[in-house]
């Protein structure tokens, strides 16, 4: 069965960027219900035993289409919320080590990186998101999606490490409609150590 990720800080503890009622609200309201979702759908689908990223690569031999696009959404919100929430709760500033190396190879410098995938999730019409990946080479690439699909399950073989959420509920209940003024806030709560966790858990 599925799990959200533990949050190792308290709703509060990203004010004043995220207020505390939106961390709570995301968290235990939208990111439980897809996780929910999904697990249901996992178990109707037959897929048990099979992580998550495995079910969205392989969601084109689920024959049923009502199930496979429940799996893409459900499993989307809830894979895309882990790594969202898993990416909070530091206090900005900049990588170090080996992630700061390859964003400067692959963007110039870091505020570039933060130019580019800003423009990305601002840019992004309706709901969805702005990724960080992690090429197959160890190189880094910045995309962006629709909804609540990922690089993972639109099969580009790229793997995830830091992604922004531009869904309304992420933001709406402080910034209203300034999405823009969010997305340059929330790089004051990123914690730069799990990111990179994740780059070197990813190559």
Not at 50 to 72: F, T
Not at 97 to 106: P, R
Request: charge should be negative; charged fraction near 20%.
């Amino acid at each position: 069965m599925f799990e959200q990720v533990k949050l190792d800080y308290a709703y509060g503890a990203l004010e004043p960027t995220i207020d505390a009622l939106t961390v709570e609200t995301h968290y235990s309201k939208h990111h439980a219900t897809y996780t929910k979702a999904f697990n249901e759908a996992v178990q109707k689908a037959g897929l048990e035993g099979k992580s998550a990223e495995e079910i969205l690569a392989g969601l084109d031999s689920v024959q049923d289409e009502a199930l496979r696009k429940a799996l893409r959404n459900n499993g989307g919100g809830y894979w895309n919320h882990n790594l969202y929430f898993a990416a909070l709760g530091g206090k900005g500033g900049v990588p170090a080590g080996a992630l700061a190396k390859k964003i400067d190879e692959a963007f110039g410098s870091f505020d570039a990186f933060k130019e580019k995938i800003s423009a990305l999730a601002v840019g992004q019409f309706g709901s969805g998101w702005a990724w960080l990946s992690v090429k197959k080479d160890g190189s880094l690439i910045l995309s962006q999606s629709a909804n609540q699909d990922n690089p993972i399950s639109l099969g580009s073989g790229d793997q995830p490490i830091f992604c922004i959420d531009v869904w309304e509920h992420a933001y709406y209940l402080k910034y209203k409609n300034l999405r823009a003024a969010y997305v340059a806030d929330l790089f004051n709560v990123v914690d730069w150590n799990k990111v990179a966790a994740l780059y070197e858990a990813a190559h």
